[in-house]
């Protein structure tokens, strides 16, 4: 028996999950959303894994991309270049949009950071959020330089004076606040009395951070709650998603290097997105930020959220396999990446090891290749439409029938 529990809306006296796009009421009159308890209308049924559930919490738009309400779950990204290097910046925004971000944060560091803004925002493909900490001045000039998210801690911005400021200027500028905590950013009283930075201790913090919005009237609010454990992680969005309506935006913070960033994060991220929980996602990896791109995107893949470009299906291989498969699927997944239309394909492929099972295990491919002894097969829905002799020559005719496929020529 789950503990979801419906309440209803008490901005409106409505039903918050079924009105997700709750008509816009004078701030004055809406009770602060962070007392709020969530509505949640997730049956056993729906929480199942082959549909997740999408929470309705309150809608808000980051420039074009829609958060929240049910919206689809957006795949966010970091840049790692010297945001006063405008140039470097926006060609790294430029292979994340490529990739698949939808929405792009950057370091604002320092006025000149701020200075190239203006240049980074007037030619970014996507949306993009400003990471400012300490200077609320950095913030203002974010949004003067036409960004339409920023990604602060109310608490560390210089007091509730400079609060209501950025807020104040981001309402005038039509633009969202992500409210970022993560496990080393806890306020000292909240470590002493939670005793460490728990779940309830992060949450207390951001709903602290929050209120501080609300306090001035701004409630297009994001929050975020980070921690680089993966359970505490998940308790912690748990808990914030049954306190308050606000969009979250999962991640791992620290989640480490390739293999293990990516089980950390779709481990914490795939078990809340399951449970509805989340409106945007960032995979924190220590490498280039594309895959984390191709990352974010498996995930939702994964949960049947969302999906984009062509499936690659590969087989463990076994003793069975005589030809060097893993290279064949590592070159067939490096041609998707790169083929400048596979991101509209939705084509199912298959790459598998012998040809007594592969053709028949991979029966539901839209095309696939079998190995055997120094030579393959190419098959379509299962069944076997060429032999070829040779891995080179296999992998070859495979890429060109593959390229026909994306291209729609056949
Ligand atoms: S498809 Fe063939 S080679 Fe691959 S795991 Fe199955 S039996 Fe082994």
Known sequence: MHDYQSAPCSWHGADWLVNAGCPPAD???????????????????????????????????????????????????MTNTDTR?????????????????????????????????????????????????????????????????LRINPGNIGGQ???????AAAKAHGAAIRVGVNSGSVEKEMLRKYGGPTPE????????????????????????LKSSSVTDTIASYRLMAARSSYPLHLGVTEAGTPMRGTVKSSVGMGILLA???????RVSLTA???????????????????????????CPTCGRTEIDLIHLAEEVDRFVRSHPLAADRPVKIAVMGCVVNGPGEAREADIGLAGGRSK??????GSIIRSVEGQDALLSAFLKELDSLLRNEQ
């Open 201 to 224: 201790a992060l949450v207390e913090s951001a709903l602290a951070h929050v209120r501080m919005l609300e306090q001035c009237g701004f409630f297009d609010t994001v929050i975020s």
């Open 85 to 149: 290097d405008a140039g470097a910046t926006l060609e790294q925004i430029r292979r994340l949009h490529a990739a698949g971000c939808e929405l792009v944060r950057l370091a604002v560091p320092d006025a000149q950071a701020a200075a190239a803004l203006k240049t980074i925002a007037s030619h970014s493909p996507v949306p993009l959020v400003a990471d400012v900490h300490f200077d609320y001045r950095l913030a203002l000039a974010a949004l003067d330089a036409g960004l339409r998210g």
């Open 288 to 314: 280039d930020p594309e895959q984390e791109v191709a990352v974010a995107w498996e995930i939702l893949r994964a949960l049947g959220l969302r999906s984009r470009g062509p499936e690659i299906i590969s």
């Open 275 to 281: 449970e509805g929980i989340g409106d945007t996602i």
């Open 376 to 381: 393959g097969v190419i098959f379509k829905k």
């Open 27 to 77: 701030a004055a009159e809406r009770p602060p959303l962070a007392e709020k308890r969530h509505t949640r209308y997730i049956t056993a049924t729906e929480n199942s894994m082959t549909q997740p559930h999408r929470n309705g919490t309150r809608p808000l738009n980051i420039g074009s991309v829609a958060i929240g309400g049910g919206a689809p779950v957006v795949v966010q990204s």
């Open 161 to 167: 004076d400079k609060v209501r400021c950025v807020a």
